[in-house]
DNA sequence: CCCTGATTCGC
DNA sequence: GCGAATCAGG
C-alpha cells in the first residue's frame, strides 16, 4: 500500500481525532501500527499523549558510555528543539472550470441544525486548528464563485473512492470497509478538499483566545461500534 | 503479558 | 520516504 492523498488524509484526520495508531493503521487497512506512526511523524503531525514521555532527568550526567548496543559514538543532538514550522498543507489550488455566474451562493454557508454556531468565516476563510498547530497563513479567499451545488446525476448515487476528483468532496460518509461507505461526493469549497458544510467540519474558524470551544462534532458519523 | 507512541536506521 | 525493529512507559 502506499500513501495516497486519500490515506493521508484519513491519517490526519483520524489522528487529530486521538484514534490510536493501530485503529488508524485498521482502518486504512494494508499498513501497520508503526507505518502510521512513521508517517503521521513524517507529516508533522505528533505529539499526543504518549506513553513513554521524555524521561528528561535532570541529573543524568555520567551516561555509561557503553551502551548495550552499537552505542552511537556521536552523541545524537536530541532535537528537542521545536519542531519547525509546519508548512500548511494547502493544496495547490487546481484551475478550478469556469463555473456559473451566481452570486450569493458563498455566503449561504449550510449551516447544519446540530452543528456548532461557530462554522466557518467563509470559503478560503477557513484555519486549519490543530494541537500546537496554530497558523496564521491562510490562503487568500479566491475570489471565486461556489457553483450551485445541484445535485447532479453523478454523485446521486454513493460516491465510491474511484469517484473522487479534485472537484468533489471528499469526506467520509461511514467506515471504510462497510458496505454502504461512501464520500460526501458536493461540490468542493474551492481550494479545499471538501464541501463548504465539511470544510466547516475539517476546519473551525478561529476564535478569540479563551473562548470556549462547543464539543467537536462526531466523527465519521460517530463512533463505531465493534 | 498486553497496550501505547517515539525513535532509529537499513532499505 | 518508508516501516520493522526497538525502546520505554502504562
Given at each position: 500500500m502506499s500513501w495516497t492523498d486519500q490515506r493521508i488524509e484519513q491519517l490526519r484526520s483520524m489522528w487529530e481525532k486521538g484514534l490510536t495508531a493501530s485503529q488508524i493503521a485498521d482502518e486504512l487497512g494494508g499498513v501497520s501500527r508503526n507505518a502510521v506512526i512513521g508517517k503521521a511523524h513524517r507529516l508533522g503531525l505528533k505529539s499526543r499523549p504518549s506513553p513513554v514521555k521524555a524521561t528528561e532527568k535532570v541529573a543524568k550526567p555520567a551516561k555509561a558510555p557503553a551502551a548495550p548496543k552499537a552505542a552511537a559514538p556521536a552523541p545524537r543532538p536530541a532535537d528537542a528543539a521545536a519542531p519547525s514550522p509546519i508548512a500548511p498543507p494547502r493544496p495547490e489550488p487546481k484551475p478550478v472550470p469556469e463555473v456559473a455566474p451566481r452570486d450569493a451562493a458563498v455566503d449561504a454557508a449550510p449551516a447544519k441544525p446540530d452543528a456548532p454556531r461557530i462554522v466557518s468565516i467563509g470559503p478560503g476563510g477557513f484555519i486549519r486548528q490543530g494541537p500546537g498547530d496554530?497558523?496564521?497563513?491562510?490562503?487568500?479567499?479566491?475570489p471565486r464563485r461556489l457553483v450551485?451545488?445541484?445535485?447532479?446525476p453523478e454523485i446521486a448515487d454513493k460516491t465510491s473512492l474511484l469517484d473522487?476528483?479534485?472537484?468533489?468532496?471528499?469526506?467520509?460518509?461511514?467506515?471504510?470497509?462497510?458496505?454502504d461507505f461512501h464520500f460526501c461526493g458536493e461540490a468542493v469549497n474551492p481550494g479545499f478538499p471538501y464541501c463548504v458544510e465539511h470544510c466547516g467540519r475539517a476546519y473551525q474558524a478561529q476564535l478569540p483566545r479563551g473562548t470556549r470551544r462547543p464539543p467537536p462534532p462526531p466523527p465519521f458519523g460517530g463512533p463505531r461500534v465493534r
Open positions: 496554530q497558523q496564521a497563513p491562510i490562503p487568500p479567499a479566491p450551485p451545488a445541484k445535485p447532479s473522487l476528483n479534485d472537484r468533489i468532496c471528499r469526506w467520509p460518509m461511514g467506515h471504510p470497509g462497510e458496505p
